[in-house]
């Protein structure tokens, strides 16, 4: 299976000029397929990356998406109206959404039904607080989030999944923590053992499961070693367009 390296700009940058040239800057630096990689930036700056991107290297993604795809829901973006821009993936249910704007993880279910049943491929968040992990909740935290956010989702659709490790203590070095390698791995193993216990094996062999929080080029490669991390969630480090790149050259 290809790594998988996805992009999460998150609220950045704030003009389309910046965007424009972010993306430019992506493009050349980007071409090797031997790794998937897939930008995500803010809904507003979507119809420029399929202008840039094209069918190129770089793929297309969102960072949210509602559970409905037409209708009276002021401020949404649905599934279709991003498939329809060029979007393959979607982030969902990620700690900023949690903790910001209280998403909960039955939202995340909706949502993630939703971009499945579109057949856009969704990459579903899961992480603990420090708070969780001093009290030796990260195991339980992790499942029961995993479990609830794929509480809709039928053993037939699971090979589209892409399920992220984002412990909350190690996003953007908040609390100036960052996770080691072994325990983003024990982490992964651990969610391809839920994925295999809730769905059977073959699915622990399809769903891929990547590692989020405070990676860079100093670090990527450390996550990567292990063939049970599929891939990276990068978030600060992907605005810088130079780093980026020569990250991913790199693996
Ligand atoms: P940082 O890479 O800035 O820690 O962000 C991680 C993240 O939240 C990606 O979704």
Same mark, same amino acid.
């Given at each position: ?15 389309? &000029? ?12 980007? &071409? ?33 998406? =509602? ?5 009276? =829901? ?64 990260? =195991? ?10 794929? &509480? ?24 100036? *923590? ?54 990276? *969630? ?9 780093? =980026? ?7």
């Amino acid at each position: 299976m290809k790594k998988l390296i996805i992009a999460n700009w998150k609220c950045n940058p704030t003009t389309l &000029k910046e965007a424009q040239k972010m993306m430019v800057g992506l493009r050349a630096g980007i &071409k090797n397929n031997k790794i998937e990689v897939v930008v995500c930036p803010p809904f507003v700056y979507l119809a420029e990356a399929k202008k840039v991107f094209g069918v190129g290297a770089v793929k297309i993604g969102s960072q949210d998406c =509602f559970w409905e795809n037409q209708g009276a =829901f002021t401020g949404e973006v649905s599934p279709t109206m991003l498939k329809n821009l060029g979007v393959k993936y979607v982030i969902l249910g990620h700690s900023e959404r949690v903790m910001v704007m209280g998403e909960t993880n039955e939202m995340t279910a909706k949502k993630v039904k939703a971009v499945l049943s579109t057949g856009l491929t969704p990459v579903v968040c899961i992480g603990e607080t420090l708070e969780e992990r001093n009290q030796s909740k990260t =195991f339980q935290i992790v499942e029961k989030k995993l479990r609830e956010s794929l &509480k809709a989702i039928k053993k037939q659709q699971v090979g589209e999944l892409v399920i992220a490790y984002e412990p909350l203590w190690a996003i953007s070095t908040n609390q100036g *923590l960052t996770c080691a390698p072994d325990d983003a791995l024990t982490m992964a193993l651990y969610i391809k053992k839920l994925i295999a216990e809730i769905y059977g094996r073959k699915a622990k062999e399809k769903v891929r499961v990547l590692y989020g929080g405070s990676v860079g080029s100093d670090n990527a490669n450390k996550y990567l070693e292990n063939e049970a991390i599929d891939g990276l *969630l990068v978030g600060g480090a992907s605005l810088n367009i130079k780093e =980026f790149t020569a990250m991913v050259k790199n693996i």
